[in-house]
């Protein structure tokens, strides 16, 4: 097992390098001069603009700043953002409230998803399945934008339930309205995996034996068919978590979160390379972690697959 | 003269003294002097340079380094320039001017803003080394060019002359330079400032009527707290206990909020909710002239738009755009449509300047202009105009199209750039090959800073903003002309006879002026635009 990790770490290394470098050169190709930008539509003073190029090394080749970027961040430097600030402090900033938001969705549409498809997958036919299914399509039908604006029209500007935006307040509280909106195209998925699973393994042989031997209804649902059933909503769940950081822009827009999103979005307006390529690097290995967790929660949830 | 705004600005004022005088005889206060609350929440974005005067030159930041810092005049709420840190700014020649300061007066760390507060930093600004935005703002004093090519570390133009007197060469003579040492880039920096400007730009120390309220008080993405900053001693004297402002991505959560009572004073209204703001919020919408210029420029070097023929087409485009339907129906009324090309809210302003119904709309005389015009030379290709996707463009541009094509009968098309970042290199690098979108507002209140930066052969080629490299020696000096007056009021004359010239010539079509537009909460008054259309913090009173 400990082999199999570190085989799968050390291929962390080429899709790394691999990714910040097409990150990088995106940025790069991006049109227009950021520099330029910065003035505005005020004429660009020459030798201030010289300076500003070579402060942030966009007077060198592109791989040359790749290579500058990557140099930095193996001695902890990530470079410094045009606004003067290390780039390093805005990822510290941001990233706990985007982590906070996502794992906040990840339990909802966890919790959300596996109970109510369960239940769902159980009384297959029934009413309850009926209307878990109506609602699980509505939820995947209804754009994120649309469910937000709505939620935060409804329940925080007329009801006053929950806080309209987040801003300052990071509190879980606040953070409830945009974690539902972020989670709610998940526990459509979510629900619809686990129903199909449970549905399916409900009928399966092992789970006719365990019913003949004399087991308990909820010993048999809790050992044999959730179990089983796990294995691709875990898989769902592990790549979700990527998604849901990276992913919150807009969720992030219309609470007014101060996350990731936001930043990538206005570094990649800005043209700042150094700032998108450490935020998205970031993503990068929670997206490989997640999936090597994901990985190793396999063998736990079925001894039959094995870890080489 | 600004008759509108006066009006309303008087209003205001009436109401403002109506209002305190209401609160002095509830309350029962001496004086009623100290104000009592909760601090007044506005909308802002999150500043995109460090928070140092002349790194400054965006709204988000320019707001808040406004309240933090004091120049040697400041601007009241209608344009006029008064007395801020300075006692006097006088010149015999209008050239040599002297700055004398008020005595005794601090930043907010008990640094004293003396002469040589001014004079360094504006010496440290210039310098290209230091890499500041606003840079070119000291070519106008003598050493400019000096210490631009590096032969000087220092403006030969400025000397101090004691511990509150300095003095300022001019590269020319301008009388009324003291308008434009309002601009936030002539704000002065404390000595220790320079120890570690980074550190510095993160945690600015000013002697503005605010100051950060506490060491982490720039909260980033999320907000700035400001407190009063007790140490000011000028006229714009806070009349709320604070104002923070809170950084926001989407202006439409700003609107959720301000809909919800969550926030103070709101400046922009999203597009999406331009048709029901009014209705939606009653006395608490803002909507009134604002000093945002807006226009599209066709460079002449563009086929068929030079010389006699070009003249025509200009006037032909012109009078095909039917201003008040867009402004209506696209904007919901929240453009004016131009009437020249500065803005209504600047001292001087006239709604009647000879040649301006080139900016009505008349279709059979537009037609007659491109006939004529096609006689010179037919018409071949498309008529295009470049904007930005990443503002909110597409629609009007659109619509101004739409109302060429069909009075016309030309083939029109938008010709959209991803960011404003794309479009801004190739106007800058002069290889676009249509007409394209601009806008102006001014950075200290005059309607030379709308002419002189976007029309003069000086700032053709790369040297100013002129983007359609319009040069006309006849318009050049009639703006010399109103710069030698003294008085302000002949001086408007004389740029408005200067724009007379545009109107003819028309470098850029006008379009409309954008309008104030925003919202207050129930628990604000006083609530003032100012001629640069930023609400003015420090008026603004909030009940606890």
């Not at chain 1, 953070?175 to 449970?198: D, E, G, N, Q």
């Not at chain 2, 407190?227 to 991505?249: A, L």
Request: charged content about 15%; aromatic content about 10%; glycine content about 8%.
């Amino acid at each position: 097992m400990g082999w199999y990790i570190g085989k799968r770490v050390l291929q962390m290394v080429p899709v790394f390098i691999g990714a910040t470098l097409l990150v990088y050169a995106m940025v790069f190709l991006v049109p227009g001069d950021p520099i330029q930008a910065m003035f505005g539509e005020r004429a660009v003073n020459p030798n201030v603009a010289a300076q500003i190029r070579q402060q942030y090394h966009l007077d060198q080749p592109f791989i040359n700043q790749y290579l500058i970027w990557l140099g930095g961040i193996f001695q902890g430097d990530f470079g410094t953002s045009f606004s003067g600030r290390p780039v390093i402090d805005e990822i510290a900033q941001v990233y706990p409230t985007t982590v906070r938001l996502a794992l906040m969705a990840l339990v909802l549409e966890a919790v959300l998803g596996v109970v109510l498809g369960a239940v769902a997958g159980l009384r297959r036919g029934r009413w309850f399945d009926s209307t878990a299914l109506v609602l699980s399509l509505l939820l995947i039908a209804v754009p994120t934008f649309v469910m937000g604006f709505l939620l935060q029209a409804v329940v925080g500007v007329k009801l006053k339930w929950l806080p309209v935006t987040v801003g300052a307040d990071v509190s879980l509280r606040s953070l409830l309205m945009p974690a539902f909106v972020l989670a709610s195209v998940s526990i459509a998925y979510v629900l619809r995996l686990t129903r199909t699973s449970v549905a399916e393994n409900a009928q399966a042989d092992f789970v006719r034996t365990a019913r003949a031997k004399g087991l308990g209804a909820g010993q048999v649902v809790r050992r044999h068919i959730l179990r089983n059933s796990l294995i691709p909503v875990v898989t769902f769940l592990g790549v979700d978590l990527g998604a849901l950081m990276g992913g919150a822009i807009v969720t992030e827009g219309i609470f007014n979160i101060p996350g990731v999103g936001n930043k990538l979005f206005q570094a990649i307006i800005r043209g700042q390379g150094p700032t998108v390529v450490s935020l998205v690097t970031i993503l990068v290995l929670v997206f490989m972690l997640t999936s090597l967790i994901v990985d190793l929660l396999y063998a736990a949830l079925d001894p039959r697959i094995r870890l080489v | 003269m600004t008759f509108r705004r006066k009006g309303a600005a008087m209003m205001a004022a009436a109401l403002a003294v109506a209002l305190s005088l209401g609160a002095c005889s509830q309350g029962g206060t001496d004086g009623g002097d100290a104000p009592t609350g909760s601090p007044v929440l506005m909308n802002g974005t999150e500043p995109q340079n460090p928070l140092i005067p002349t790194s400054t030159n965006e709204v988000g930041g320019g707001r808040i380094i406004d309240n933090l810092f004091a120049r040697l005049v400041y601007y009241t709420a209608d344009g006029e320039t008064k007395m801020d840190m300075a006692e006097s700014v006088t010149s015999d020649d209008d050239q040599v001017w002297t700055a004398k300061l008020k005595a005794g007066q601090v930043f907010s760390n008990d640094e004293p803003v003396d002469a040589a507060a001014f004079v360094d930093a504006w010496n440290w600004a210039a310098n290209p080394a230091n890499a500041q935005l606003n840079a070119s703002w000291f070519s106008i004093i003598e050493g400019y060019e000096d210490v631009q090519d590096g032969t000087a570390d220092t403006l030969s133009g400025l000397e101090v002359v004691d511990e509150t007197t300095f003095t300022i060469t001019l590269v020319a003579p301008d009388p009324n330079a003291v308008i434009q040492l309002g601009y936030s880039a002539y704000s002065p920096l404390p000595k220790s400032a320079f120890d570690d400007i980074a550190a510095y730009g993160q945690n600015p120390i000013g002697n503005g009527p605010y100051k950060l309220a506490s060491d982490d008080a720039w909260q980033h993405d999320v907000q700035i707290e400001l407190v009063p900053n007790d140490k000011y001693t000028g006229d714009r004297q806070p009349k709320n206990v604070g104002v923070t402002y809170v950084f926001y991505q989407d202006n439409k959560a700003a609107y959720n909020d301000i809909l919800a009572d969550n926030l103070d004073v709101l400046d922009q209204i999203p597009n999406d909710f331009m048709e029901s703001f009014v209705a939606e919020l009653g006395d608490r919408a803002v909507n009134e002239t604002g000093s945002l210029f807006q226009s599209f420029t066709i460079p002449s070097r563009l086929e068929h738009f030079d010389g006699d023929e070009g003249a025509l087409r200009r006037q032909a485009l012109s009078l095909a755009i039917n201003r008040q339907e867009i402004c209506d129906t696209v904007f919901a009324g929240s453009r004016t449509p131009a009437k020249e090309f500065s803005s209504p809210l600047m001292p001087g302003w006239s709604d009647s300047i000879p040649g301006n119904a080139i900016l009505g709309y008349d279709p059979t005389e537009a037609q007659r202009l491109w006939a004529a015009a096609d006689a010179i030379s037919p018409w071949t290709g498309q008529f295009k105009i470049a904007y930005n996707a990443d503002g909110p463009h597409a629609e009007w541009v659109q619509a101004v199209l739409n109302s060429i094509h069909n009075t016309l009968g030309i083939e029109t098309a938008p010709d959209p750039y991803p960011t404003f970042q794309a479009s801004r290199t190739v106007i800058t690098d002069r290889t676009i090959q249509s007409a394209f979108r601009t806008g102006w507002q001014a950075d200290y209140p005059s309607i030379y800073n709308y002419l002189a930066p976007l029309y003069s052969s000086a700032a053709a080629d790369g040297q100013g903003s002129n983007d359609g490299d319009y040069k006309n020696p006849q318009f050049d000096a009639e703006l010399a002309a109103g710069l030698s007056e003294t008085d302000m009021a002949d001086a408007a004359v004389q740029f408005n006879k200067a724009q007379e010239i545009l109107l003819r010539d028309l470098p850029a079509i006008p379009l409309w002026y954008q309008n104030i537009i925003g919202a207050k909460s129930t628990n604000v008054s006083n609530v003032l635009f100012g001629w640069d259309t930023v609400p003015i913090a420090y008026l603004i009173e909030k009940a606890a």
